[in-house]
Nanobody
Framework: QVQLVESGGGLVQPGGSLRLSCTAS????????MGWYRQAPGKEREFVAR???????NYADSVKGRFTISRDNAKTTVYLQMNSLKPEDTADYYC???????????WGKGTLVTVSS
């Protein structure tokens, strides 16, 4: 059974930083992309950032220049460094892993990020 273990959420003041991490119980050779989505109360889940096995990255416009995604392939771990946090960044953050053939989506259980003074 595949598991995605997330950590790093919490309460932070506006302008502050947090680092999320997610470790997948998968072989690195089976992974295509690793990324993060978020869901704020009363809203749809939305894409935040993604990194491919080749190292390319994609970001939502709302987080460009503030968030940085990175991965440690040896540990099948993906990180999300979040700087200059805003109250509108408050959400449950979900780790997402997409495997190679077959292409399957796996989701973590989520970690809560609250940005408030």
């Amino acid at each position: 059974q595949v598991q995605l273990v997330e950590s790093g959420g919490g309460l932070v003041q506006p302008g502050g930083s947090l680092r999320l991490s997610c470790t997948a119980s998968l072989s690195i050779f089976s992974i295509s992309t690793m990324g993060w989505y978020r869901q704020a109360p009363g809203k749809e889940r939305e894409f935040v950032a993604r990194t491919t096995i080749g190292g390319s990255t994609n970001y939502a416009d709302s987080v460009k220049g503030r968030f940085t995604i990175s991965r440690d392939n040896a540990k099948t771990t993906v990180y999300l460094q979040m700087n200059s946090l805003k109250p509108e960044d408050t959400a449950d953050y979900y780790c997402n892993v997409v495997t190679r053939l077959p292409s399957i989506n796996y989701w973590g259980k989520g970690t809560l990020v609250t940005v408030s003074s």
